[in-house]
């Protein structure tokens, strides 16, 4: 079973960057479809980020310019980097891994961390 990890949250402030990791177990990292979601008080998780297991890279609309989605497979991890981060991207954020293997879907969350963007 796959583990995700995530650090790298915290409190900075508006117009400041952080930058998230999500470190996975297993042998088989690279066939799974790493994405970022995010969790606000009061609302519904949402996607956030998706790369795929060849490197392509869909951002929702809220986040494209200011974040970016990268992932190292020699290292089983995958990463957000946020910049120009404002109140409203506060929340805590989630790493996500898929994959479809004869038709079933395999999805893993990981624990999640917190970043707060406040004065």
């Known amino acids: 079973q796959v583990q995700l990890v995530e650090s790298g949250g915290g409190l900075v402030q508006p117009g400041g960057s952080l930058r998230l990791s999500c470190a996975a177990s297993?042998?088989?990292?690279?066939?799974?479809?790493m994405s970022w979601y995010r969790q606000a008080p009061g609302k519904q998780r949402e996607l956030v980020a998706t790369?795929?297991?060849?490197?392509?890279?869909n951002y929702v609309d809220f986040v494209k310019g200011r974040f970016s989605i990268s992932r190292d497979n020699a290292k089983n991890t995958v990463y957000l980097q946020m910049n120009s981060l404002n109140p409203e991207d506060t929340a805590i954020y989630y790493c996500?891994?898929?994959?479809?293997?004869?038709?079933?879907?395999?999805?893993?969350w990981g624990q999640g961390t917190q970043v707060t963007v406040s004065s």
């Open positions: 996500h891994a898929r994959r479809g293997v004869l038709g079933n879907l395999y999805n893993y």
């Open positions: 297993g042998s088989i990292f690279s066939m799974y479809v």
């Open positions: 790369i795929t297991s060849g490197g392509s890279t």
